[in-house]
């Protein structure tokens, strides 16, 4: 069974400066999907990148950007220059290639971007 | 600009009634998910299909909820007799499958009092 853990519940950071969200996962698997979703006041569950676990190199989507760590099953995401518009809840979820599609989420992480 | 539709946005009903949820996915796509989110549990998966065939609802209470698509532009969730425990926030997404990216909708905000 997959699960996925994001370790924390609540983070803050200052209007223009990095912030790294946490995640782990475990599964038995090697071929996966890991993705990072935004969900703001608005409730919009939105995609913010997509990994491919075959893929050694890292997924960018202009600031935003993942470190991916296949062997210690790690998948933080990274916002640079954070804007107002970035918080939001931040979900990561992982779904199996081939087998099952459902998404498997983590508890979020609730970010603050302070001006 | 496809995107997933969802109806109702908010609804609050009585204990007992029956409430019904609607979803169009994308146009194209085939797989289609039906998720709960509450602060307790989370986003939960309580069904899923492709071209239209249940292949997972296990995270569905069976006594009282019930999944289906009429066609390829429908999905529909039931619950019935709602229950308090049962407000929640429920999500339709879709998707192509073979990882690609799943797109939600805006949720329907359930409240049964």
């Known amino acids: 069974a997959q699960t996925v853990t994001q370790s924390q519940p609540e983070m803050s950071v200052q209007e223009a400066e990095t912030v790294t969200l946490s995640c782990t996962y475990d599964?038995?698997?090697?071929?996966?999907?890991l993705f990072w979703y935004k969900q703001p006041p608005s409730r919009q569950m939105i995609l913010v990148i997509r990994?491919?676990?075959?893929?050694?190199q890292n997924a960018t989507e202009n600031r935003f950007s993942v470190n991916f760590q296949k062997a210690a099953k790690s998948f933080s995401l990274k916002i640079s220059d954070s804007q107002l518009g970035d918080t939001a809840m931040y979900f990561c979820?992982?779904?199996?290639?081939?087998?099952?599609?459902?998404?498997?989420f983590g508890k979020g992480t609730k970010l603050t971007v302070n001006p | 600009d496809a995107r997933v539709t969802q109806t109702p946005r908010d609804k609050v009903t009585e204990m007992g009634q029956e409430v019904t949820m609607r979803c169009q996915p994308i146009l194209g796509h085939n797989t289609v998910f039906w998720y709960r989110q509450t602060m307790m549990q989370g986003l939960e998966l309580l069904a899923y299909f492709r071209n239209r065939a249940p292949l997972d609802d296990s995270g569905m209470p069976k006594d009282r909820f019930s999944a289906e698509m009429p066609d390829a532009t429908l999905a529909t969730l039931k619950i019935q007799p709602s229950e308090p425990r049962d407000s929640a926030v429920y999500f339709c997404?879709?998707?192509?499958?073979?990882?690609?990216?799943?797109?939600f909708g805006e949720g329907s905000w359930l409240t049964v009092v």
């Open positions: 990994q491919e676990a075959y893929k050694q």
């Open positions: 979820a992982s779904h199996l290639r081939g087998g099952s599609e459902k998404l498997v």
């Open positions: 997404a879709s998707g192509t499958g073979q990882g690609n990216t799943i797109y």
């Open positions: 599964t038995s698997e090697n071929n996966y999907y």
